[in-house]
């Protein structure tokens, strides 16, 4: 952004953005949601939500954008057979999974490197019609809290504002 002063706002209390100086746009750069609330298989799962405009991840044969779930958040919410996998996976990943599970292994990077992670076919109940792939992974709790990490292309800006 250079030595350019940029004008910061916060909206609600829910998160960041600055206005470009020379187009007047406003750019979001953190946005927080109290409660998304994710579908996988018959769990309906409240989880407080952090939107990284940073975060994208897409499942590289279909297309469709990834939310990051944090496994220990939801652990015991999940449907059993897809627990026991997850569960199987994070202590130990050499077994292929069910096929019943729809999962499949997405790509991840980030500062830290690459890496798969597992992800089963998801909706988010503030964007039902846009199917996409909840992935987990075994991080302990964030600064924040949160549990559900998602990109603004998932969820319609009125759900963070």
Not at 5 to 18: E, K, Q
Not at 52 to 75: K, N, Y
Request: hydrophobic share 45%; proline share 14%.
């Amino acid at each position: 952004i250079g030595s350019a002063s940029l004008p910061l706002r916060a909206f609600c209390d829910t998160g960041f953005s600055v206005q470009e100086p020379l187009s007047g746009r406003e750019v979001v750069l953190v946005r927080f949601a109290a409660v998304q609330t994710l579908q996988i298989g018959s769990a309906s799962l409240p989880l407080r939500a952090f939107c990284d405009t940073g975060f994208s991840v897409q499942e590289p044969l279909s297309g469709r954008e990834v939310v990051l779930v944090r496994f220990a958040a939801v652990q015991n919410a999940l449907p059993g057979p897809l627990r026991t996998y997850l569960s199987a996976y994070f202590a130990a990943p050499s077994t292929p999974p069910p096929p019943e599970l729809g999962l499949r292994f997405v790509p991840c990077t980030t500062v830290s490197g690459h890496c798969i992670l597992p992800a089963v076919p998801a909706i988010l109940a503030s964007a039902p019609a846009q199917p996409l792939y909840a992935a987990f992974c075994d991080l302990p709790p964030p600064p924040g809290g949160w549990e559900l990490l998602l990109s603004p292309a998932v969820v319609p800006d009125a759900a963070f504002r």
